[in-house]
């Protein structure tokens, strides 16, 4: 199949650089650390310098998956500071450093002749890399403190953007954003077949196939598509390892994940008025299960699949950075979850989206998330304010689901 002009572009600035930076969005999911992965095999392939760097650890849940162990949590790019002297019209005697108050003197002190601000020049050595390469974020401040404290990387360097992010912001050089597509290892695959198709092996095929699974729930969600399920196959005769996948990442459940499962349905909430079902999870939450903030894993799809008439389902949590974050899903494509997400300076697709604020009141955000998905329901669904919203609580809601 022929190419784009975009995919063209990005194939010929890949191929073009040699020291190539990769940076999948954070928290890493299966489909931005398998596109990551999955480029890092094939440019290391090639001969090219490649460096994958994400800040926030791996679930456990991916830890299966190949290479894993390539993925640094420190971005290195500081040049060297080059000071240059021009000798020519002096000679040099003796060169000391001296550091007071956080100031580094550099004491030269000539032999022959004098010398003068004119004779000194600045450079930088030359850059670590000279390519940045992010794969599935909307936007660059999804790469968390990568991108905080490294902001002037992004425009030293040419950034190629490859995301399936409908609240994508553009962001990059050249930007190889498709909405319609199920994933980003599902863009990444032509990508990856014209830079060497007799290079992919079983694991690089595997890598693309746990983002194409993964961001589809196994191929049970709406942004499932005819091409999802063609790149599959395609990736299968690759010798992708579909059931190594399945296995890891649906089969293989411990326990302390479903005593925080249990926890969170049994909060459950729901407004048969304004349609919104939700629940919480606080950092008491994954002390008393004894679980980590990865095994939420796919909390959401449950909660879905507990929501009698809902139109919105939210899984608002607690993180231990101070941030809350909350899952947006809604059961049906008129019902825009990135619209959700993006009043709260989120983002995400028309059924799946997400945001995060700034905040250590759970119980606080709670309510003004709340507050503002009942404005979002009132205004589809022409609900009145004076309209008072009944909630219906776990226990309640399962005789209702009985009946």
Known sequence: MALNQIQQQVIQLTKSSE????????PPDGDSIGSALALFLILKKMGKEATVVCSDPLPEVLEFLPKTNAIDDNLVTSNDFIVTLDCSKAKIDTIKTDVEDNKVNIIITPKQGTLSENEVSFNYGPSKYDLVIVVDAGDLSQLGKLYENNAGLF?????????????????????????????????????????????IDEDIATLLLAGIITDTGSFQNANTSPKAFASAAHLLSYGARQQEIIQHIYKTKNLTMLKLWGKVLSKIQFDPLYKIVWSTISQADFKSTQSSQDETGDIIDELMTNAPGADVVLLIKERD???????????SQ?????????????????????F?????????????????????????LNIHPEEEPEVIRGPELEKIQKQ
């Open 19 to 26: 020291k190539v930076l990769i940076l999948p969005s954070s």
């Open 155 to 199: 425009s030293q360097i040419p950034v190629i953007n490859i995301d399936h992010h409908v609240s994508n912001n553009q962001f990059g050089k050249i930007n190889y954003v498709d909405m319609m597509a199920s994933s980003t290892t599902e863009l990444i695959v032509p990508i990856i077949e014209e830079l060497g198709k007799d290079l």
């Open 321 to 331: 950075d101070g941030l809350i974050s909350c899952s947006v899903r809604t059961t």
């Open 356 to 380: 995060k604020i700034l905040s250590s009141d759970l119980e606080g955000t709670e309510k003004e998330i709340i507050k503002k998905v009942r404005e979002y329901q009132a205004a589809r």
């Open 334 to 354: 008129v019902i825009d979850a990135s619209q959700i997400a993006e009043s709260f300076n989120g983002g995400g697709h028309v059924q799946a989206a997400g």
